[in-house]
């Protein structure tokens, strides 16, 4: 398995989005040249709020200067103006590790926006410029109606204001490695990489490498959609990927009923376990609310219970917690609806949504007592259209399960109620014992060895 630093083996992260979350202006040219708006400082009750959930880290997104939404950086090295500056910044690491909370930076490393210095600096220059090295350009742009003085650029995903780095050019290696060791030195504990899938994997091993040699604690993980995950891990150096395969089965199996799609990815997923830990997630900036996912609310239950329980690095999004809902929508605005401003407090939220809250706290504090779910040998028991049973044992070795560990998480979409008898070849004393309800809506019978679901009912049993 890939080593990763020992803190993230105790790790829950709590993700936010400043820009949406503070009510920044939309547009950093909304703010008048030469002002700050100093916003970070206004995240620290929201750091008791992640304490209070039983996270022990912070996922911020992008806080560099941009243009627009953040991912379209223009100084790397500055922090976006309508947030704050770098004392802002570092307060705000100062703040989180005062409440022990570590803090995992956003970094936009494939691509950047149309004002960063050394795009401007090309466009001036032209092709022989050593700036034009740090792009993949065409001169002159074939496209233009007048022969074009200014170059054509790749960009990311066909969004022409994303201007794509050339991750074959040392100048760009150079810069990044400063770029991560610059902000570990001001505080920050981690990095995720947004669109690594889209950079050669090959690029990050040097950088990491010194990076880590600088900075051994840091933890690295790349924003990675589709590919091979574990090849990815390996030839890249990184300490881990987004899980975005469990993170569609999740959904989708719940809302169509399709166990099967689900004990796929589960299985899946205790391969990748095998190579390294994955980031895990049922919600984030980008995607469509798992609240607006579902459309039954009882299996609201079963994904968080999938994210707490089996192996990973689990990342709550700011307002799942409370149930937030939210559509993403493919247009200009269309991720409005999942970045949305919040109030000044945690006390100022809807009362509505505390019930969500509590069942995460329960949750959380359920993978808090079991630390060894980070990286647990996972199998799938049973499966059927109406039910899944997985089962969870510590892995070989681990430092922090005693011998009797083990637990089992029982799900179901029936309509009508569910039973389910114990095998004898369970982990831990879940083998021979009665199991004892750590969560959920079953109940136990036969002496503890039958779970009782009631219709869309849930639970995860370990020993008493």
Not at 30 to 45: C, D, I, K, M, N
Not at 218 to 235: F, L
Not at 246 to 258: F, I, R
Request: aromatic share 8%.
């Amino acid at each position: 398995m890939s080593p990763e630093p020992g803190w993230v083996r105790h790790a829950v992260l709590y993700h936010l989005y400043p820009l949406g979350f503070l009510g920044a202006e939309r547009t950093a040219d909304e703010v008048p040249e030469g002002e700050v708006r100093h916003r970070l400082s206004a995240l620290e009750p929201w750091l008791d709020h992640a304490v209070s959930l039983g996270a022990s880290g912070i996922l911020l997104g992008p806080v560099f200067a941009s243009r627009t939404h953040g991912y379209d950086t223009t100084d790397h090295l500055a922090v976006d103006r309508r947030l704050g500056d770098e004392a802002d910044l570092v307060a705000l690491f100062a703040a989180a590790h005062a409440r022990g909370l570590r803090v995992v930076l956003d970094g936009v490393f494939n691509h950047v926006g149309e004002d960063f210095g050394e795009y401007r600096q090309a466009l001036a220059e032209g092709p022989s410029s050593p700036a034009a090295r740090w792009f993949r350009l065409r001169w002159p742009d074939p496209s233009a109606a007048d022969g074009g003085g200014h170059p054509a650029h790749d960009d990311f995903e066909g969004h022409g204001a994303l201007v794509a780095l050339a991750h074959d050019e040392p100048a760009v290696a150079a810069h990044v490695e400063h770029v991560m060791r610059y902000w570990l030195e001001r505080g920050a504990d981690g990095w995720r990489l947004d669109a690594a899938y889209a950079v050669p994997p090959a690029f990050w091993a040097p950088v990491l490498t010194a990076v880590r040699a600088a900075h051994p604690d840091v933890y690295v993980v790349g924003e990675v959609i589709h590919g091979d995950y574990a090849g990815i891990v390996a030839a890249s150096g990184m300490d881990a990927v987004t899980q975005y395969e469990l993170w569609k089965a999740t959904w989708s199996s719940l809302e169509d009923g399709n166990a099967w799609e689900l004990a796929h990815a589960l299985r899946r997923h205790a391969e990748f376990t095998e190579a390294f830990v994955p980031l895990t997630f049922v919600g984030n900036h980008d995607v469509t609310r798992i609240a607006s996912r579902l459309s039954d609310p009882r299996h609201l239950d079963h994904a968080l219970a999938l994210l707490l329980t089996v192996p990973g690095t689990p990342c709550v999004y700011a307002g799942d917690e409370h149930g937030f809902t939210g559509v993403k929508e493919d247009r200009a605005g269309g991720d409005d609806a999942v970045r949305p401003a919040f109030p000044a407090t945690p006390s100022e939220l809807s009362p509505v949504g505390l019930p969500v809250l509590h069942r995460h706290q329960e949750l959380v504090g359920l993978r808090r007592r079991h630390p060894w779910l980070h990286d647990a040998e996972l199998s799938v028991r049973h499966v059927s259209n109406p039910l899944l049973v997985v089962a969870l044992a510590p892995r070989a070795g681990a430092p922090d399960a005693g011998p009797d560990e083990g637990v089992l998480l029982v799900l179901s979409t029936d309509d009508a109620e569910v039973r389910w008898g114990l095998p004898a070849d369970l982990p831990g004393a879940l083998a021979a014992g009665p199991a004892a309800l750590a969560a959920g809506t079953g109940s136990l019978a036969d002496g503890g060895r039958t779970v009782v679901l009631p219709p869309h009912g849930w639970a995860v049993l370990t020993h008493p």
